[in-house]
């Protein structure tokens, strides 16, 4: 299956949550964050007023708590819109 976001949306793949912190320490999967970067993984049309400027395989920084998770075939993606994303990663 595939997902094909509509309108102003972008559908993103979370990269890896750290496994360790900066001093060593080995984080428990229930304590570590989030991660706020992802790869693009498909974007849709826009809108009139929403001019889409990220691409397919763009890196990302998204709003820490904006989106949608959704789980389709085993894989984890996070569903956004285009407000919602901060920056690309260059």
Do not use: C, N, W
């Amino acid at each position: 299956m595939k997902l094909v976001p509509l309108g102003d949306r972008v559908v993103l793949k979370q990269m890896q949550a750290e496994e360790t912190t900066a001093s060593g320490i080995v984080l428990p999967g229930q304590a570590q964050e989030k991660p706020q970067q992802a790869f693009v993984v498909a974007v849709g049309p826009g809108t009139d007023d929403v001019k889409m400027t990220v691409k397919v395989d763009d890196v990302v920084i998204y709003s820490k708590y904006a989106g949608t998770d959704v789980k389709l075939d085993d894989e984890e993606y996070v569903i956004v819109r285009h407000d919602d994303i901060l920056a690309i990663v260059k």
